[in-house]
Nanobody
Framework: VQLVESGGGLVQPGGSLRLSCAAS????????MSWYRQAPGKERELVAT????????RYADSVKGRFTISRDNTKNTVYLQMNSLKPEDTAVYYC???????????WGQGTQVTVSS
C-alpha cells in the first residue's frame, strides 16, 4: 500500500499550489480520501474530505472558499487545490485513506508546504 504526495513547496502569500496523492495497493474506490496538515508545535488537523463517489466534500472552516479537494477514481489520485495561501497554511500536508466499511486506514509520508515572502 502506498500513498505518495507531491506538489508541495515554497509559495508567496496569495499564491497557489496543487497537491497530488497517488494511491496504490488497495481498492481506491472503497476509500474516503482526506487531506490533513500538521504545523510545527500543533496537532494534526483535518483539512478536507471527499466521499467515494457521491456527496459533497467537507472542509475545515479555515480553508473554506480557498481550498478544493477532488479525486480521479480512474487515476487513483486525490488532489488538493490551494488558492489564496496564507502564512498560517504552512504545514506538512498528509494524504489519508479510510475504508468506508472497515477500520482500515493509510497515511502518506507528507509533503511540506511553506507560505512565506
Amino acid at each position: 500500500v502506498q500513498l505518495v504526495e507531491s506538489g508541495g513547496g515554497l509559495v508567496q502569500p496569495g499564491g497557489s499550489l496543487r497537491l497530488s496523492c497517488a494511491a496504490s495497493g488497495f481498492t481506491f474506490t472503497s476509500y474516503v480520501m482526506s487531506w490533513y496538515r500538521q504545523a510545527p508545535g500543533k496537532e494534526r488537523e483535518l483539512v478536507a474530505t471527499i466521499p467515494i463517489v457521491d456527496g459533497s466534500p467537507r472542509y475545515a472552516d479555515s480553508v473554506k472558499g480557498r481550498f478544493t479537494i477532488s479525486r480521479d477514481n480512474t487515476k487513483n489520485t486525490v488532489y488538493l487545490q490551494m488558492n489564496s495561501l496564507k502564512p498560517e497554511d504552512t504545514a506538512v500536508y498528509y494524504c489519508h485513506a479510510r475504508n468506508f466499511w472497515t477500520t482500515y486506514e493509510y497515511w502518506g509520508q507528507g509533503t511540506q508546504v511553506t507560505v512565506s515572502s
